[in-house]
């Protein structure tokens, strides 16, 4: 069974940055990974996914430019760095994984099987 332990939210001023990470323990094969975010009475929604096997990355259009996803394999570690923070990004983010699909557009929270427990992340005005 695949563990995912993410790590690294906090509360910055808008404007400001953070880096979350995500160690995936109990290894198993992976296509894909991603982060997803779910502000209170909103929706789980897509972040940024990247292959796990090659460089392939996708952002949604609300965090392009200023939301860097990158991973490092020998580590088993995702990141993603996040710039220019606006209090819309306060939610609380999760890193999931994938087994099987290798389409890394495909930002659905039900196509990903394996979830982190979450990190919360606050943006101040």
């Known amino acids: 069974q695949v563990q995912l332990v993410e790590s690294g939210g906090g509360s910055v001023q808008a404007g400001g940055s953070l880096k979350l990470s995500c160690t995936v323990t109990?290894?198993?094969?992976?296509?894909?990974m991603a982060w997803f975010r779910q502000a209170p009475g909103k929706e789980r929604e897509g972040v940024a996914a990247?292959?796990?096997?090659?460089?392939?990355?996708f952002y949604a259009e609300s965090v392009r430019g200023r939301f860097t996803i990158s991973k490092d394999n020998a580590k088993n570690t995702l990141y993603l760095q996040m710039d220019i923070l606006k209090p819309e990004d306060t939610a609380m983010y999760y890193c999931?994984?994938?087994?099987?699909?290798?389409?890394?557009?495909?930002?659905?929270?039900?196509?990903?099987?394996?979830w982190g427990q979450g990190t919360q992340v606050t943006v101040s005005s």
């Open positions: 999931a994984a994938d087994q099987y699909s290798q389409s890394i557009d495909e930002l659905a929270p039900a196509r990903y099987d394996y």
């Open positions: 109990k290894y198993v094969s992976l296509t894909r």
């Open positions: 990247i292959a796990w096997r090659g460089d392939l990355t």
